[in-house]
């Protein structure tokens, strides 16, 4: 699914609920009308925005928010505003950052801002629009949907290197610091696969072909143990999600799942498992020898989500806006919100763990936008 057909479809979505409150409550109702300072139930803040949200992206320190204006907005675990950045080149990805610095994918190129005050750095063009960016030390990755993944230094936006490939790059390429590895894929076009980069040169490791229906990559386990998980098919119900060694490329296993995947779905990796999701909604856990620990139907498309892990639960977004939350040990549906409830469409989300509290950080699309962190029961 292309980011403009998911615009359409989040914009169509909004037009249809208009106007509404911004917290969500899983599993409850809405608290109408609820703002910083005023939340009530789960919700323990929120916050306006100038315009809907995109992309988030949030660590110990703070969360990054783009917005559709063309804001990027800072705010602090408390939720205030740090700092805005207002007028820039952005589109419809979450951004990355480290201690240092902001980066943000733009429909032309990409920005660099300070991490702490949010001034531009630099800003590089890169002739297509960039969904896919990343920081791995002194390095700031970008991918185009024309299929360019470059290297830049982070401090400067010095180009370091460029690798082009037949398809397009829509997920942020995954970075194994230790090892040096910079996974991507390319989807779509002639010939689409996974590929490992060296970090500092951009040579090619190896690289494995991929179903043309096939999710963004991820890395699990560390060391010698470590894989790059493959989640792909055929776009109906012959689907696999693969293990493979992240220095050769060798397939450790190959499990078998219900359907197949979408570009726009990042499936997530923990200590002890991995969880998928089809596009037709299944719910997929296994652990890291690929053995299917349980599965869980949701009952309803999922196109674009990225799946998130708290130390007990399992939370992502299905197509229609519904936000699930399930038990990570079992796939037992602990709660469901849906965007009638929500007040409006939820287009991303994190889990975080700030104050010693578990929680999800999300961004709605509405007529009076913003930002929330909700408990996750």
Request: charged content about 20%; glycine content about 12%.
């Amino acid at each position: 699914m292309s980011w403009d057909h998911r615009r359409r479809v989040v914009v169509a979505v909004c037009a249809v609920l208009g106007a509404a409150a911004l917290s969500i409550l899983p599993g409850t109702d809405v608290a109408h009308g609820a703002t910083h300072g005023s939340a009530r139930g789960p919700v323990r803040w929120s916050l306006p925005l100038s315009g809907g949200a995109w992309g988030v992206a949030a660590d110990a320190r703070g969360a990054v928010v783009v917005v559709d204006d063309g804001a990027v907005v800072a705010v602090t675990p408390t939720g205030h505003t740090r700092w805005t950045a207002p007028a820039l080149d952005v589109t419809e990805a979450a951004p990355a950052l480290d201690g240092a610095t902001v980066l943000v994918g733009g429909e032309a190129g990409i920005t660099a801002l300070d991490r702490a005050r949010g001034a531009v750095r630099w800003r590089a063009s890169m002739g297509a629009e960039v969904p896919a960016v990343a920081l791995a030390g002194d390095v700031a990755l970008a991918g185009t949907d024309s299929g360019v993944l470059a290297a830049l230094d982070a401090r400067t936006g010095e180009a370091k290197w460029s690798v082009t490939g037949p398809g397009e790059l829509w997920s942020a390429p995954r970075v194994d610091v230790v090892t040096g590895a910079v996974v991507a894929t390319w989807h779509g076009g002639d010939a689409p696969h996974v590929e490992v980069l060296d970090l500092a040169t951009g040579d090619a490791r190896w690289s494995a072909p991929i179903g043309r229906a096939a999710a963004a990559p991820t890395i699990a386990g560390a060391g010698a143990a470590a894989v790059v998980i493959v989640a792909s098919g055929d776009d109906h119900h012959t689907a696999v999600v693969e293990a493979h060694d992240l220095g050769s490329g060798v397939v450790r296993w190959r499990t078998a799942v219900p359907a197949s995947f979408e570009r726009a779905i990042e499936p997530a990796a923990g200590r002890h498992g991995i969880v998928v999701v089809d596009h037709f909604g299944t719910v997929t856990a296994l652990d890291l020898a690929g053995r299917v620990r349980w599965q869980r139907p949701l009952g309803a498309p999922v196109l674009a989500t990225r799946i998130s892990l708290t130390r007990s639960r399992v939370v992502l977004i299905t197509h229609e806006g519904t936000v699930t939350v399930l038990g990570r040990v079992d796939g037992r549906r602990v709660a469901a919100t849906d965007r009638h409830r929500l007040g409006g469409y939820p287009v991303d989300g994190v889990p975080v763990r700030w104050g010693g509290v578990p929680g999800w950080l999300t961004g709605l699309r509405l007529s009076n936008a913003g930002l929330a962190l909700v408990r996750v029961p």
